[in-house]
């Protein structure tokens, strides 16, 4: 059941305490001074006495003052009474409309605070998505650049083979001058024969020179792609060093996101309007 009271005074005068102890009574259990009461809370800020026949509107007296002018001198003597009762109730009017205008302005001012924290959590939450965005980049960078390293493994392989191959032909060259050397010692006309096949020898020789020159450039070419191998390994490390900075600067922001929303709902489960009161 509900009670219901104009003002912080009438509802004073009914429980037959001041204005100050009903203030002090209201803040210590919570209870909300809106004009509107139930039974547990009028029991809280003090008991029934007998003050409720006392209570009286604004409407009511300013009634019996109008009444009062036009009777006689008798009847205006009796309404003064009624005129101080008057005037105290204009004050604790005004009393309660400085109150009012106190608790706007702490109110206003929690409202303030809150679109403020409000918008920090916003800044965060952007910057935070833009150092994401800027480490995908990177990723998609490191990714790139390890498929050149891939491209160039091929080629350098590639390269290893064709040595190989050339060694082999040096080898099998070799052999064949040595089977030649073998022949030529076992026939009769062995310096004729040597001329013509020293000729062909200078001939190979000069194709084994060509090929060991190729061999040479191919070899020079094998410790460059070696070398930018080294170099794009440590530019991939110096890459990976970066992205786990970026990946561990962008776990502390979204921890710090975390808090920033659960520090937030806290203080909405704490019952933020409650703390305007003074608590």
């Known amino acids: 059941m509900k009670n219901d009271f104009n003002t ?32 547990d809370d009028l029991s809280l800020l003090g008991s029934k006495t007998a003050h409720q026949s006392n209570k009286k509107s ?19 003597h009796q309404n ?11 004050n604790d009017l005004k009393n309660d409309k400085i109150f009012l205008q106190k608790e706007i302005e702490s109110k206003n001012k929690t409202i303030s605070e809150t679109t403020k924290l409000l918008d920090q959590a916003q800044q965060l939450q952007l910057d935070l998505q833009n150092k994401l965005n800027h480490s995908e980049q990177e990723r ?6 390890s498929q050149q ?13 064709t040595i190989a191959e ?13 089977d030649l050397q073998e022949q030529l010692s076992s026939k009769s006309n062995y310096a004729s024969y040597l001329y013509e096949e020293n000729r ?8 084994l020179l060509q090929q060991q020159s190729e061999a040479d450039v191919a070899q020079q070419t094998i410790e460059q792609l070696q070398t930018e191998l080294e170099e794009t390994q440590t530019l991939v490390q110096e890459k990976d060093h970066q992205r786990q900075l970026l990946a561990d ?27 305007v009161f003074g608590r």
Do not use: C, M
Not at 80 to 90: D, F, G, H, K, V
Not at 140 to 145: I, P, Q
């Open 166 to 178: 050339l060694e082999s032909q040096i080898t099998n060259a070799q052999q064949q001058k040595e």
């Open 80 to 90: 003064t009474p009624l005129n101080s009762e008057l005037r105290s109730q204009i």
């Open 149 to 161: 390293l891939t491209d160039t493994n091929a080629r350098v392989d590639e390269q290893e083979k």
């Open 58 to 76: 604004v409407t009511t007296v300013t009634s019996d003052i109008n009444k009062g002018n036009t009777s006689s001198k008798h009847q205006t």
């Open 8 to 39: 912080i005074t009438d509802l004073a005068k009914y429980l037959g305490v001041s204005r100050k102890t009903l203030y002090k009574r209201a803040e210590e259990h919570n209870i909300n001074l809106s004009g509107s009461y139930s039974t």
């Open 200 to 207: 062909d020898l200078e001939k190979d020789k000069t194709l």
């Open 249 to 275: 600067r962008s776990t502390s922001l979204s921890d710090k996101l975390t808090d920033t929303r659960k520090q937030l709902k806290d203080e909405q489960n704490k019952g933020f309007w409650k703390r």
């Open 140 to 145: 998609l960078s490191l990714l790139s650049t």
